[in-house]
């Protein structure tokens, strides 16, 4: 009787308490039952560290383990799963997480190790991922490049699993590139091989140029389904168009009415094709395979209209058959209508012994006004205020023609000691007609 007694007794024990080499979250919980080692745990503070590659890197401050009794049924868990039925001496471990638990803590451990290795991948070696290049109007693929930074995201996975524990131990993994095989790759060539086949037509006035891929990119890449584009190649091209077509900041060649040809020198008048807005123009027609586009909206100028004068003018090198001439020599200013001589009158420019000369070059003319009062200042400082009934200025610096009743002195030098702040002087009886014949962005050539 006593035998079976104490049989049971044993066998009590076996059932009820851990054998003496088993440990919970790293703690020894042998001889204890199911509730003595979840009291035990949670009595205890816990600091818990972080190995990675058998390496400390981090250390916590110490904090409440939080068991409760609401744990009691994974301690029984454990102690069934570890149980037999003689006393055993193996070594066991079991990790048991918390029902409650202080998500703060958990989260600050995450965030913790996070940093420490997000410090430590910075002096470490980034992987280089394969990838292809459109360049010289040949794909190529650039090889991957193998690195040492740990891939914190896996790490952290890790570090997940094991948040029970004291000591956690991570196993170094490393960011891996893209290789030359991959399918984001293979993507790539083919996206970049249909982009290097495209053609298309640049019409800049008359002129059509045909333009290939390699003529408007460098070198391109496709990454994130999108292309990346170096234009420098472009923007060659466009300066060659410009130094070919372009009008703005050049020398006119120009056949006066006297029938000489000289040279004027550039003034606002005039267009140029903006790199800017170029590039924008046909990148985007490149990108969604247009086969032509016109210039006209790329160009731009100085003065009061930016946005470019002349660009649909092509004779008379570039300044057409509408036009005025003014000569400083002969004080003289001719108007010409679609080729036919409209105004032919005297005026006075620029007072020359102040430096008030009428500016030479190639303007246009801004905008017309009647009935106004142009004011300003004199040489010697003094302020001015002049009633005029035809208004049309060409510089933004006030230069004009207009009307001027207050002159008495008409003569061809009055210009010399005698003439302007700038503008051009007309009588009050020929003024009418010259204005009645002018229009909004005509060019004003003087010399």
């Keep these: ?216 990119v460098t070198s391109a890449r496709y990454q994130n389904g999108k292309y990346e584009l170096d234009t420098t190649a472009l923007k060659n091209k466009i300066a060659e168009i410009n130094q070919s077509q372009s009008t703005l900041n050049k020398s006119f060649t120009f056949k006066t009415t006297e029938g000489n040809e000289i040279q004027v020198q550039g003034g606002t008048y005039g267009w140029a094709i903006s790199t800017t807005k170029a590039e924008k123009t046909l990148t985007n027609a490149l990108l969604n395979n247009k086969t032509s586009v016109d210039a006209k909206s790329d160009v731009y100028g100085e003065g009061y209209n930016t946005g470019g004068i002349g660009y649909d003018v092509t004779t008379n090198n570039g300044i057409g058959t509408t036009y005025v001439e003014v000569s400083i020599q002969k004080q003289h200013l001719w108007a010409y209508k679609n080729g036919q001589l409209v105004a032919s009158i005297d005026v006075v420019t620029g007072k020359h012994s102040t430096n008030n000369d009428t500016p030479t070059g190639v303007y246009y003319i801004m905008y017309l006004q009647t009935n106004t009062t142009l004011t300003g200042s004199k040489a010697d400082g003094s302020s001015y205020a002049s009633a005029v009934k035809y208004w049309a200025p060409f510089t933004l610096d006030g230069c004009g023609f207009h009307d001027a009743d207050w002159r008495t002195n008409w003569s061809s030098t009055a210009y010399l000691d005698d003439g302007s702040l700038g503008c051009v002087n007309m009588k009050p009886s020929e003024a009418e007609n010259v204005y009645n014949n002018l229009s909004q962005n005509e060019p004003v050539v003087i010399y």
């Design 1 to 216: 009787m006593l035998a079976l007694i104490c049989g049971g007794y044993f066998i009590y024990q076996q059932q009820t308490h851990f054998n003496k080499n088993v440990q919970i979250n790293g703690v020894n919980v042998g001889g204890l039952t199911a509730k003595e080692a979840e009291e035990k745990l949670a009595a205890l503070k816990v600091t818990k560290k972080v190995y990675l590659d058998n390496k400390l890197i981090y250390t916590s401050q110490p904090a409440d383990s939080e068991f409760t009794s609401k744990d009691i049924s994974k301690f029984e868990a454990a102690l069934k799963k570890q149980a037999t039925i003689f006393p055993s001496s193996k070594k066991q471990s079991f990790t048991i997480t918390p029902t409650t638990s202080n998500g703060k803590s958990t989260a600050s451990l995450a965030t913790n190790v996070k940093n420490v290795l997000t410090e430590a991948n910075k002096t470490r070696t980034a992987a280089v991922d394969a990838y292809a290049i459109l360049k010289n109007g040949k794909v190529s693929v650039v090889s991957a490049k193998k690195g040492d930074q740990y891939d914190v995201s896996v790490l952290l996975k890790q570090l997940a699993k094991q948040e029970g524990q004291e000591k956690i131990y991570l196993k170094a993994k490393y960011i891996q590139p893209v290789s030359a095989d991959s399918t984001e790759v293979k993507t790539e060539v083919t996206k970049l091989k249909e982009l290097a086949k495209r053609k298309l037509t640049y019409t800049v006035q008359t002129t059509k140029y045909e333009l290939s891929a390699s003529d408007l």
